[in-house]
């Protein structure tokens, strides 16, 4: 499997500033998407990062909140604006691979805001 | 939509015994995956095993086994011969297969006692 890297793997911030984090792959995939896992909760996807193009936000996020990029097929980023405390949570990348249907997950960013 | 449910919140087993974790789902698709995937600790999600819905013979993985029955839709986790790092967050996800998006259940946290 893919081997996933992301940045910054914690961080603590203060509400109203924005973070990015990153994600990076060491070969191409098919298909890149992001998560959220709040305090002792299950994940919830947020978005399905299109190479190219927008994301696609499931119901209950929004782009203006979490803007994504995905300038290739082996590195994506998340930006968590004008964040809250309500925003402390793990966000975690995820990847699939061409020909398969299984979706391995990076190592997570532990966010914080204060 | 589809759901996918943990009834057991926390479990806990003695080292070198064998644990079974449940999961139901309930899905309309008639194609479709389950996986199994871990948490521990560090926060990485690491996927332990997966079984394609169309296949009636149940995955195994080393000591890892399911006992997938469709019609029920049941899904469950059989740990072998458990050891003290398999003490993790445990949980079942379910994909479509058009779409790859994942539905996570709400875990069940497996502690292994030496």
């Known amino acids: 499997s893919a081997v996933i890297s992301q940045k910054p793997s914690r961080d603590i911030c203060q509400r109203g500033t924005s973070l990015t984090i990153q994600c990076q792959v060491d070969?191409?995939?098919?298909?890149m998407f992001w998560y959220r896992q709040q305090p002792g909760q299950s994940l919830t996807l947020i978005a399905t990062?299109?190479?190219?193009?927008?994301?696609?936000?499931e119901s209950g996020f929004v782009i203006d909140k979490f803007p994504i990029s995905r300038p290739n097929l082996t590195f994506s980023t998340l930006t968590v604006s004008n964040m809250s405390p309500e925003d402390s949570s793990i966000y975690l990348c995820?990847?699939?691979?061409?020909?398969?249907?299984?979706?391995?997950f990076g190592p997570g960013t532990r966010l914080t805001v204060l | 939509a589809q759901t996918v449910t943990q009834s057991q919140p926390e479990m806990s087993v003695q080292e070198a015994e064998t644990v079974t974790l449940s999961c139901t789902y309930d899905?309309?698709?008639?194609?479709?995956?389950l996986f199994w995937y871990k948490q521990p600790p560090s926060r990485q999600m690491i996927l332990v095993i997966r079984?394609?819905?169309?296949?009636?013979q149940n995955a195994t993985e080393n000591r890892f086994s399911v006992n997938f029955q469709k019609a029920a839709k049941s899904f469950s986790l059989k740990i072998s011969d458990s050891q003290l790092g398999d003490t993790a967050m445990y949980f079942c996800?379910?994909?479509?297969?058009?779409?790859?998006?994942?539905?996570f259940g709400k875990g069940t946290l497996l502690t292994v006692n030496p």
């Open positions: 079984q394609e819905a169309y296949k009636q």
């Open positions: 070969s191409q995939v098919t298909m």
């Open positions: 995820s990847v699939i691979q061409g020909g398969t249907d299984t979706q391995y």
């Open positions: 990062a299109n190479q190219g193009s927008e994301a696609t936000y």
């Open positions: 996800a379910l994909t479509r297969g058009s779409n790859y998006k994942l539905t």
């Open positions: 899905t309309s698709e008639s194609n479709y995956y």
